[in-house]
Nanobody
Framework: QVQLVESGGGLVQAGGSLRLSCAASGRTFNSYVMGWFRQAPGKEREFVAAISRSSSRTADSVKGRFTISRDNAKNTVYLQMNSLKPEDTAVYYC?????????????????WGQGTQVTVSS
């Protein structure tokens, strides 16, 4: 069982920055693929970014603005969000995939956090 706890969400003006954190339990955290997804009201959950041991991927909609990173010593994955836009407003979820293959489909992920709200005002 893997538990994920997100933090760092909040209200920010357009153009601002936030850093989300996701603390994970589990002895083999460094082998998990960790992902960030988001879901806006009335929309499907969408991929934002993911990171494996050796690579990372970022959605085109946030490329150049968002950066995913991980600290295996702290069992934590981060999402640095810069140049935020009102359309980035959503609940952001951290997820863990116990396979080693980096994928972007939400259904491939085995464990999910409770989500953290990010609101960007115009």
């Amino acid at each position: 069982q893997v538990q994920l706890v997100e933090s760092g969400g909040g209200l920010v003006q357009a153009g601002g920055s936030l850093r989300l954190s996701c603390a994970a339990s589990g002895r083999t955290f460094n082998s998990y693929v960790m992902g960030w997804f988001r879901q806006a009201p009335g929309k499907e959950r969408e991929f934002v970014a993911a990171i494996s041991r050796s690579s990372s991927r970022t959605a085109d909609s946030v490329k150049g603005r968002f950066t995913i990173s991980r600290d295996n010593a702290k069992n934590t994955v981060y999402l640095q969000m810069n140049s935020l836009k009102p359309e980035d407003t959503a609940v952001y979820y951290c997820a863990a995939d116990l396979s080693v293959i980096l994928v972007t489909m939400p259904g491939a992920y085995d464990y999910w956090g409770q989500g953290t709200q990010v609101t960007v005002s115009s």
